[in-house]
């Protein structure tokens, strides 16, 4: 049995579009290996290839766990480009929750927000139809079921263009600009949701 370690690794990286979650790829695509030359580290949760933002890595099991666990509810938001734009009925669908698979997703909390300033331009462009406008919302979930956030808007007949997740528990994106990544020293513990 090896000597248990006294410092774990955690770090905050904006993922950007086309690049997979994970350090290796048998087709070649762009991985996190690409951008973050830490050994020994795996990702918490999942962000998939067309998502974009906010994925926590760490090499500390427990953590790991703590965050990713569904019994710990931990929040997650994220700012949504949808195509058309939302009307009450359908903001109020996403915050009360919809069938998705045929079980009902967790009350969201969901409103229409401004583009977000400062945003990048996405490597691959989103399609844009002149006569279907889009609009922009900001979503918190606590579940994460396999592409949620989609499958609710899609739900909610606000097909998602663009999803960039902002927040993990206590964890922000912040100023990380796409590809970019920083180590967090002392990790700050999420409150367990009452």
């Not at 069938?99 to 996405?122: C, E, Y």
């Not at 927040?167 to 990380?176: A, D, H, Q, R, T």
Request: glycine letters at 6%; a positive charge.
């Amino acid at each position: 049995m090896g000597k248990e370690r006294d410092k774990y690794k955690y770090v905050l990286f904006n993922k950007p579009y086309g690049v997979l979650p994970q350090f290796t790829d048998k087709h070649g695509r762009p991985t996190l290996k690409d951008f973050i030359p830490i050994p020994n580290i795996y990702a918490v949760g999942r962000l998939d290839l067309d998502s974009e933002g906010l994925l926590l890595l760490t090499d500390d099991g427990k953590f790991n766990q703590t965050i990713s666990s569904p019994k710990n509810k931990q929040p997650k938001t994220y700012w949504v480009q949808v195509e058309g734009v939302p009307d009450e009925k359908s903001i109020k669908a996403l915050q009360e929750g919809l069938i998705i698979q045929g079980q009902k997703t967790l009350p969201a909390i969901a409103k229409i927000i401004p583009p977000p300033k400062n945003l990048w331009p996405r490597i691959r462009p989103i399609r844009f139809r002149k006569s279907i406008p889009t609009s922009w919302l900001k979503i918190t979930i606590c579940e994460g079921r396999n592409r949620q956030v989609r499958k609710m808007t899609a739900a909610a007949r606000l097909p998602c263009l663009r999803l960039i997740r902002i927040s993990i528990g206590p964890y922000k994106l912040g100023e990380l600009k796409p590809g970019e990544f920083r180590e967090v020293e002392v990790p700050v513990l999420p409150v367990k949701p009452r």
